[in-house]
């Protein structure tokens, strides 16, 4: 209430002293309250307080009287006039300031009891003091009823976290974890990013991936932010649902050189080769020209159209990656063997195929490469030692090629 003057109080007191007339009106007893409590007399302003309540029946008053009796009263008394009071007159007022009184005192019972003469359907946010006391006291089970009130009435997922936090103490969290998809589930739900998480946290994602997608797709939308989408990718290829991950990859841009690699799996080598020009710019390695060099040639053979002007695109990329820093001994291999097979330049095929050897003496596919090369420069006798090295290392389930080459090795005769 609005501190008036002091000295404007004291004069308009006295001035009500000298009035004629014995019973003060309303305004002026409002003056002398307070006039009370600015001199800091709670006593006397709560009697004024009172009086003004027994002479208007305004419950404003009696508030007033209840607030200014606890600058002087003992709490446990006033909490007594309070209960009387209450039972003679329902106030949201005065249950508010005898709830505030019993959790001054830390009277969880007596607060427990006034929130639930005070709680309503109609009023959310008492419904959830009255379910917080239940929780607090231990009663489980009346807090889970109000919460699927709450929760059946406006699907907030506050009333739903009280749900779960419930059943997961009384350990059925089966059963919450339901109750959870049951709610994440609903199309167009407003369901929160804390509602995806903990769906994750409940369930083993790595057997139930279908709703863990579901979770992870959700938490992509909501926060975009990027740890989500490896995991989605993640169990996409877990699943192995690469189309789905192809396609996720594509609208996201998030990792194109795994998608690059998934493309190669699918044998999707258009796209795999047009991607290679992105990663390139971006990087500068050498690499994504090696493997440029290859998908020109693989187009081309699948297409049944490899010619001189393909070879010498092929060997074009190859010789730039090569300067460049692409030493890896499958780009020597596959360099080597295209020079060798297409008789471009079968000297510096063997010489390549040498290179990925020295890396990898015991890779049958590049022993086989230094065999056929040997074999076009009519070296018999060294192709057919290279050969029996390959049937050493590994006699079965040969790949046709290597025993197709062997074969024409074997009626090799040097001239």
Not at 97 to 119: F, P, Q, R, S
Not at 135 to 151: C, D, Q, S, V
Not at 281 to 299: G, R, Y
């Amino acid at each position: 209430m609005k501190k008036i003057n002091i000295i404007f109080l004291t004069v308009a007191f006295g001035l009500m002293q000298l009035s004629a007339n014995s019973l003060k009106d309303e305004d002026s007893l409002i003056m002398e309250a307070i006039y009370y409590t600015d001199k800091k007399d709670a006593r006397n302003g709560a009697k004024v307080w009172k009086e003004l309540f027994k002479n208007t029946n305004n419950e404003k008053y009696l508030i007033e009287y209840f607030y200014t009796s606890l600058q002087y009263r003992d709490i446990k008394d006033i909490i007594n006039e309070l209960k009387v009071t209450l039972s003679q007159k329902k106030s949201k007022e005065l249950y508010e300031l005898l709830a505030g009184l019993y959790a001054k005192e830390g009277n969880t019972d007596g607060l427990l009891e006034v929130m639930k003469d005070n709680a309503s359907d109609k009023d959310v946010e008492s419904m959830y003091e009255l379910a917080y006391l239940y929780t607090i006291k231990g009663k489980n089970r009346e807090a889970l009823e109000i919460y699927n009130k709450i929760f059946k009435r406006e699907k907030s997922w506050e009333s739903l976290k009280g749900i779960l936090s419930i059943l997961s103490k009384d350990g059925k969290v089966d059963e919450a974890t339901k109750r959870l998809w049951k709610a994440i589930s609903v199309k167009n739900n407003k369901m929160p990013k804390e509602a995806y998480l903990i769906y994750i946290g409940l369930i083993d994602f790595k057997k139930d991936t279908k709703r863990a997608i579901y979770a992870f797709k959700n938490l992509y939308r909501i926060t975009g932010n990027k740890k989500y989408l490896k995991e989605l990718i993640s169990l996409y290829l877990h699943n192995r649902d690469y189309d789905s991950a192809i396609e996720l990859l594509e609208k996201s841009g998030y990792d194109n050189k795994l998608l690059y690699e998934l493309y190669l799996s699918k044998r999707e080598l258009v796209k795999a080769y047009k991607l290679l020009d992105i990663l390139y710019k971006k990087s500068k390695n050498p690499k994504w020209l090696a493997e440029k060099a290859i998908l020109t040639f693989e187009i081309a053979d699948s297409l049944k159209a490899v010619n001189s002007s393909v070879i010498d695109r092929v060997s074009n990329l190859f010789d730039k990656a090569i300067e460049d820093g692409a030493k890896t001994p499958t780009y020597y291999n596959y360099y080597g063997y295209t020079l060798i097979d297409h008789d471009r330049d079968v000297e510096k095929g063997v010489s390549l195929v040498k290179k990925a050897l020295k890396a990898e003496p015991k890779n049958i596919y590049y022993l086989d490469s230094l065999a056929w090369g040997y074999f076009k420069l009519n070296r018999c006798k060294e192709a057919k030692e290279i050969m029996d090295k390959i049937y050493r290392i590994k006699s079965k389930k040969l790949e046709n090629e290597i025993i197709a080459h062997q074969k024409e090795i074997d009626k090799c005769k040097e001239k």
